[in-house]
């Protein structure tokens, strides 16, 4: 198939990797003067947990960037954007990519209103990575699990069908949910609680050393996933929510041990959240997202709100140093 991805980023480029190796063709839309930059290619330290592969992989990516869409048709776009930049971005790509379908390897919070404006629903599904990595010199340190994928529309789609078999080609372990935007909006809350502990304590090295902020990180899960379920999610159906919902205090010390050794210990998720505090942007925008939405359906969130200046000071620093 062919296979267009939007920018050569860090989601990006693993899954246009994968996708390249499973005799895909592959092309990366780049913006101006970042084709030259990876004329020779990207170099790849890759963790990669699919079956039958080399767990270890130092590789180069002989990617194919340009810079302007091409004219031939595309089967796929593959857009791993931020999602508070979803809209734009489909915007500007959509009018120049004639009949393709789309993937948004992005998050979800405020619903898919403006985006069915510029794509109908059934010409894309939503998909969340299951990859990371961090650039260290040049080379994108990288670990690649699978990939959680969904129609928007809170059913089976053909299109989800298709996707899936995209992935299945290259042997990318595929994840299909029956309601893609609940799922999505678990993993907004699972996320933006305890990314704004993180903010406070500096780093995750930081953050897990010290059992206080560790608790308060998974009340701050607790209160995040209250919204969702205010919005009418059944929490029960997602087990990655049973750490942040236990009721018990000795479990709850259990599950904070665990997660301070897969942490500090397992290769995956360190790679994974190597970049954690990367963009300021998005973490704000989660954290005002939760927060507005559980004071608009009633939701206590003593925890989340004690981070505001957090939150403020970190948008702050980051748009003193863009500046600069």
Avoid at 109 to 122: L, S
Avoid at 157 to 165: G, I
């Amino acid at each position: 198939m062919r296979l267009l991805v939007i920018g050569a980023g860090i989601i990006g480029s693993i899954y246009g990797w994968a996708l390249a190796q499973g005799g895909h063709d592959v092309t990366h839309l780049v913006r101006p003067g970042r084709a030259a930059v990876l004329r020779d290619g990207l170099p790849l330290d890759m963790f990669d947990r699919r079956r039958r592969r080399t767990r270890s992989l130092r590789t180069h990516y002989r990617l194919h960037a340009v810079e302007k869409i091409p004219t031939e048709p595309f089967d796929f776009v593959i857009v791993p954007v931020k999602h508070y930049a979803l809209t734009q971005t489909l915007n500007e790509i959509v009018p120049h990519t004639g009949n393709a379908d789309f993937l948004l390897l992005t998050q979800n919070w405020r619903g898919t209103e403006e985006i069915d404006t510029v794509v109908p629903r059934a010409r894309y599904v939503y998909g969340d990575a299951k990859a990371g990595g961090s650039f260290s010199d040049g080379t994108l340190v990288a670990a690649l699990s699978g990939v959680d994928i969904g129609s928007a529309a809170g059913k089976p789609a053909p299109l989800t069908r298709d996707v899936a078999e995209l992935f299945a080609s290259a042997g990318i372990p595929t994840r299909v949910h029956s309601d893609m935007l609940h799922y999505l909006w678990v993993q907004y809350a699972l996320t933006g609680g305890p990314w704004a502990a993180l903010v406070r304590a500096g780093s995750i090295t930081a953050l897990l050393n010290d059992r206080d902020a560790m608790a308060a990180a998974f009340q701050a899960g607790y209160e995040c996933l209250q919204v969702v379920r205010a919005r009418g999610v059944q929490l029960s159906q997602y087990a990655e929510t049973r750490p942040f919902l236990s009721g018990s205090f000795l479990r709850r010390r259990v599950y904070m041990w665990m997660m301070r050794r897969m942490f500090l210990h397992n290769e995956y998720t360190r790679r994974c959240s190597a970049h954690a505090l990367g963009d300021p942007i998005e973490i704000k925008t989660f954290y005002e997202d939760l927060v507005a939405t559980g004071r608009d359906l009633g939701v206590l969130m003593p925890v989340m709100e004690s981070y505001a200046e957090d939150i403020r000071r970190l948008a702050s620093t980051s748009q003193k140093a863009a500046v600069k």
